[in-house]
């Protein structure tokens, strides 16, 4: 298995609402990434965790809360979010040596509304 | 702080020819430098690598130079078609203690039958 696997594609929610997305890896990766990226913008960073350990938080809001609870699985959960939050989220794996490039996923294109 | 900017936001070329996309970046040089290929609506994927010692690395039609006096990389594809047509981005590793990716700003490429 060579993929990193995104659920759900698409999320509509509302301000008021709770929500997870989910990410899940079988390449025995240590490195997990969240990323954001807004239309015709790169990708930015979110959080890093490596060894299932956060290892970066690029002071994101405290309404985005991530999870890893293991090796092959990681979570956003979503709280309270606002319309400016909409954007494709993107889930990445690494082997955590920097000889290696990043494998992503197709991404959860949410909408807040 | 560092800017890392793709020399054209879009870049058209006649299919067969050459393409050759810019990344320029400010300031200190990443340790390694990667390439990723981004269709609409869906998440990178990883093309090349290349080390702050190398010059170029090559794979298939793809060729990739580093100069770190230029502050430059350039990402050649060879003999292009229809189905390169998509949004290449850089993207710069530092050597500091986590994994983190800097991704610039992104050229979409449009190759023309």
């Known amino acids: 298995d060579t993929e990193v696997t995104q659920t759900p594609k698409h999320l509509v929610m509302g301000m008021t609402n709770k929500k997870s997305l989910k990410c899940e890896q079988h390449?025995?990766?240590?490195?997990m990434y969240w990323y954001k990226q807004k239309a015709k913008k790169p990708p930015e960073l979110m959080f890093v965790?490596?060894?299932?350990?956060?290892?970066i938080n690029e002071s994101v809001p405290s309404r985005f809360s991530p999870e890893c609870p293991n090796s092959s699985l990681l979570n956003l959960h979503l709280h309270a979010l606002q319309p400016e939050d909409s954007a494709l989220y993107l889930c990445?794996?690494?082997?955590?040596?920097?000889?290696?490039?990043?494998?992503f996923g197709s991404g959860t294109r949410l909408t807040v509304v | 702080s560092q800017k890392i900017e793709q020399n054209s936001e879009a870049l058209n070329i006649q299919e067969g020819k050459t393409a050759t996309l810019t990344c320029n970046y400010t300031?200190?040089?990443?340790?390694?430098l990667q390439w990723y290929r981004q269709d609409p609506g869906r998440g990178p994927v990883f093309l090349l690598l290349?080390?702050?010692?190398?010059k170029e690395k090559r794979k298939e039609r793809l060729k990739v130079t580093f100069d770190t006096t230029l502050k430059q990389s350039l990402f050649h594809i060879t003999a292009s078609q229809p189905a390169d047509s998509a949004t290449y981005l850089c993207?710069?590793?530092?050597?500091?203690?986590?994994?983190?990716?800097?991704f610039g700003t992104g050229t979409r490429l449009t190759v023309i039958p």
């Open positions: 990445a794996s690494s082997q955590g040596d920097r000889n290696y490039g990043y494998t």
């Open positions: 993207a710069l590793d530092y050597r500091t203690g986590a994994n983190n990716l800097f």
């Open positions: 390449m025995g990766h240590r490195a």
């Open positions: 965790y490596s060894y299932e350990k956060l290892s």
């Open positions: 290349i080390r702050e010692n190398e």
């Open positions: 300031n200190y040089s990443p340790a390694y």
